[in-house]
């Protein structure tokens, strides 16, 4: 079975895990461009590279897992919009693929890998360190924190998918 789990922040990455979670096919940071507005430079998703990605990372998945996602108080607007606008991209390209997809909250994949409400962003980190100990290079650095988000929301949706034989997710 192969699972794509996808932290959808510009922030954020894609994983791809099968062979029961043990093994990390691969793992992208969600490709952005910084562009020019005006007089800032904004970083946003770059759509061409995210197609062709997810064209290759969905090719033979089982399921497509998401974090879904809310804005957060004392996010700016024009942060939410980003990032809303950026998951609905997501969505969207992963439809296109006709591979199911399950959004999963946050609370619900954390729970389900073992991390402990409230812990730390080190805390996947360190989680995915230990779970895939030859793949530690891709979760280095504090900025790597999207990719272990990633790789766990696919673990997430392995185990409920191996747990529900059915292949139905109740949301």
């Known amino acids: 079975m192969r699972i794509v789990g996808i932290d959808p922040g510009l922030s954020g990455a894609i ?5 029961g979670g043990d093994r990390i096919l691969e793992c992208i940071d969600m490709p952005t461009l910084a562009l020019k507005r005006g007089r800032k430079n904004k970083r946003e998703l770059d759509h ?3 197609a062709l990605a997810m064209l290759r990372l969905c090719d033979g998945a089982s399921a497509v897992f998401v974090e879904r996602v809310q804005s957060m108080p004392g996010q700016g607007v024009s942060s939410s919009f980003a990032f809303g606008r950026a998951t609905g991209i997501v969505i ?3 439809a296109a693929q006709q591979v199911p997809l399950h959004e999963i909250a946050p609370v619900k994949w954390r729970r389900i890998v073992g991390l402990a409400s409230g812990s730390g962003k080190d805390a996947a980190r360190a989680l995915c ?10 979760w280095s650095r504090v900025k ?7 790789a766990l929301i696919a673990l997430a ?3 409920t998918l191996q747990s529900n034989k059915t ?4 949301e």
Do not use: F, H, Q, S
């Open 144 to 150: 790597d924190e999207g990719r272990a988000d990633a």
């Open 92 to 94: 969207g390209l992963t």
């Open 129 to 138: 360190k230990r779970n895939w100990p030859v793949n530690a290079p891709l």
């Open 48 to 50: 061409v590279e995210l």
């Open 157 to 159: 949706g392995l185990r």
């Open 167 to 170: 292949g139905v997710v109740a």
């Open 15 to 19: 994983a791809v895990i099968e062979d």
